[in-house]
């Protein structure tokens, strides 16, 4: 492998900017380093290999007749292929998309071909981003880089192996309850999910609307801040997104943080965690003490309904997403149906995998008449309350810190079979997305067999510069962010 490729993003645009290395190159490098890795990790549904040497060709033009970068410009990018990038295969890892050819650029999209930065790929991912271990998609698992015997997290899966495993520098991920924060931590990077509305979700296949989030995943804070600056932004096309000037987050990164309140979740602080990911929360309280933080336990009484609530809003809203999924309208038609609703039914019946067909009918269900009062409408009135026990917390803290996850990466196979099981993987993660909040996960060591721990961090609607200050912090403590997987 090129040894620029294991370089943070920062890092690598020095080395195009000094001539170390043209951005063609470093593109090439990243497309060597995937097709090495491509059979053991399965990370990308598809590669964009014209789009992206078209983009470094750009990139290289601009630094030959001196011209100013824009940030990120040449630094190879996986887009989760859930996003629409025009003329590539945009699957969502589901049989039902397996032929979509997307029409038209995600918002995001643009910005990054905007930016110059060269997207190599479709990161593989669970069907419509539904899943804690990419195990759900259609295609093929993805292998955590650390140990191929482990998931990577899901749903972000192929975007979180393929910066762990160095076959790209930055990738982005949708974050519905977890999907970006949960890989990252079991892949070793850092992952981010921003404030609900603050990146604009047109060209995003819809999983559940009111919590969906495009974020980054990146080797350092730094390049994680740069990549949602890139990104973030008003966007008619996206009623939600808020209309709010971008900031550059990266010039807070080295603020002081003496004297900052940081909240230790109660509720995230002892049940079902792992002996090894306790010390990790601990040497995390521990680093801000040092850094001049005080610590002060918070309780977040209705935390404990967040799964609860979040697998009947999520499923609702998901049921009525994917409505549009018929045989008529996108992708996969079954052949030979008798009338039309054999074509809407066997179509669907044949496209969408298990558990996405589960999510619908729980979806359904929580929404029929009869039944949205004691599910639906108790729900969002939980949800309200959710999110006040944030609203409190954070007028006593700055910040909040748990344990991304109460374990690290556990075997390919070992839950694929028990969906209670797998959804309480994010019991850390998901309260974010009902609150609306901006978190990250950022490496926070290692267990006793080498797989990575995440720290997660969790501020008030829109205050990513404190959360990046705050990780950035954390992770200049220590090393663990400088160590990448061996393979
Ligand atoms: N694991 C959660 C789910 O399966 C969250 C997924 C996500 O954030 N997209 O729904």
Redesign the pocket.
């Known amino acids: 492998m090129n040894e620029l490729l294991k370089k943070t993003a920062a890092e690598q645009s020095k080395a195009l900017k000094n001539k170390e290395i043209s951005a063609v190159e470093l593109t090439q490098a990243a497309f060597e380093r995937i097709d090495e890795l491509d059979e053991k990790l399965g990370t990308f549904n598809s590669l964009t290999k014209e789009t992206a040497l078209d983009t470094a060709k750009k990139v290289d033009e601009k630094i030959a007749k001196g011209e100013e970068l824009p940030l990120l410009a040449g630094i190879p990018l996986a887009l989760k292929d859930n996003m629409n990038l025009i003329g590539s295969k945009t699957t969502a890892s589901s049989k039902i998309l397996e032929n979509f050819v997307s029409p038209f650029n995600a918002t995001i999209t643009q910005k990054l071909l905007d930016n110059l930065v060269p997207i190599v790929g479709k990161a593989n991912l ?1 069907e419509f ?4 271990s990419n195990e759900n998609s259609a295609f093929r698992n993805v292998k955590n880089p650390w140990n191929l015997n482990k998931v990577p997290g ?3 899966g192929g975007s979180a192996a393929s910066v762990a495993a160095c076959e790209a520098t930055l990738a982005l991920g ?7 924060r ?1 890989p990252a931590s079991f892949c070793g990077i850092v992952g981010m999910k921003p404030t609900y509305g603050r990146v604009s979700r047109y060209g995003l296949i819809a ?1 559940a609307s009111s ?2 989030q495009i974020g980054p995943f990146a080797r350092s804070v730094e390049d994680a801040a740069n990549l949602l600056e890139v990104i973030s932004g008003h966007d008619p096309k996206d009623s939600t997104s808020l209309n709010l000037p971008v900031e550059h987050y990266a010039s807070s990164l080295n603020n002081d943080i003496k004297g900052k309140k940081v909240g230790v979740i109660k509720e995230l602080m002892s049940e079902g965690l792992t002996e090894d990911v306790s010390k990790a929360l601990q040497n995390a309280i521990e680093t801000y003490k040092n850094l001049g933080c005080e610590i002060v336990e918070i309780s977040l009484p209705r935390l404990k309904y967040s799964i609860g609530i ?1 697998y009947i809003l ?1 499923t609702a809203e998901c049921s009525s997403n994917l409505a549009r999924f018929d045989g008529v309208r996108y992708g996969y038609r079954t052949p030979d149906a008798k009338n039309l609703m054999e074509l809407y039914t066997r179509t669907r019946a044949e496209g969408f995998g298990p558990e996405v067909k589960r999510r619908i009918m729980l979806g359904t269900y929580a929404l029929s008449s009869g039944y949205y009062d004691a599910y639906y409408k108790k729900a969002q009135q939980m949800r309200a309350l959710v999110t006040e026990d944030f609203k409190k917390a954070f007028e006593q803290v700055d910040i909040l810190i748990s344990p991304t996850c109460p374990n690290t990466a556990f075997d390919l196979g070992s839950k694929a079979s028990d969906p209670l099981a ?2 309480l ?2 019991i850390a993660t ?1 309260s974010a ?1 009902l609150a609306g909040i901006p978190g990250i996960s950022v490496p926070a060591g290692f267990d006793k067999d080498g797989m990575p721990i995440g720290l997660q961090i969790l501020a008030p609607q829109l205050q990513e510069s404190r959360l990046f200050n705050m990780a950035h912090r954390f992770e200049q403590a220590h090393e663990y962010y400088k160590q990448l997987a061996k393979i």
């Open positions: 669970d981003a539904m899943g804690s899901g749903s972000s949708s974050d519905t309850g977890g999907s970006i949960l999983f919590l969906d979040y999520a797998m959804y993987t994010d998901i997305n």
